[in-house]
């Protein structure tokens, strides 16, 4: 598998595909028309409001080489977003964030495309470790890493502010090489 690729499969009909700029039509349609669900976990929900935001900040994910993000698609349908950040080349550690449209929850997507990308991030970019975070009440969120072999690290006391202004404790979970 090389992260240079376009596309990766996962199963069925799903695979990663490799950020475009035209995807932020897909990504703030998704934010706009799913606020409620997305928005519970995921602050920057509350502050999209146009397309030309999510053009803006793909535009900025796109110029970041050192972390590939990746669309989610069902054929050639979105369905979410997954993606490196905070890459360490001194700690060779690096992080992955995820979302996935409601309804594509509870079929193993997200599962199958964190499994990717812990390839990717071992096997070609040369990562010792991979870090996720996820709030402590999100419990779907939690159960990705759990399935996939993570150890609890740490609790973050407070590490991120929702858009209702509430902090909530972010476990990060560690998968090592």
């Known amino acids: 598998m090389n992260y240079s690729m376009d596309t990766i499969p996962l199963f069925g009909p799903y ?32 502050e999209t409001h146009c397309v030309e935001q999510s053009e803006a900040v793909v535009a900025g994910m796109l110029a970041d080489t050192a972390n590939p993000v990746y669309t989610i698609r069902d054929g050639g349908a979105f369905a979410g977003l997954i993606g490196f950040k905070s890459a360490d080349s001194t700690t060779r550690t690096i992080e992955i964030g ?16 964190v499994q990717a990308l812990c390839r990717l991030a071992f096997e070609e970019m040369g990562m010792k470790r991979i870090e996720i975070r996820c709030a ?9 890493p759990q399935r996939l072999g993570f150890r609890l ?19 990060v979970y560690l998968l090592e090489r």
């Open 15 to 46: 695979a990663l595909r490799r950020l475009r700029a035209e995807d932020a039509a897909d990504i703030f349609r998704s934010i706009d028309t799913q606020r409620p669900y997305l928005g519970r976990w995921l602050p920057f929900v509350a």
């Open 98 to 113: 995820y979302w996935l449209r409601s309804e594509f929850q509870g079929r193993g997507i997200m599962t199958s495309a």
């Open 136 to 144: 402590l009440g999100n419990y779907r969120s939690n159960r990705i």
């Open 153 to 171: 690290d740490r609790v973050e006391v407070r590490g991120e502010r929702l858009a209702d202004g509430e902090f909530v404790d972010l476990n």
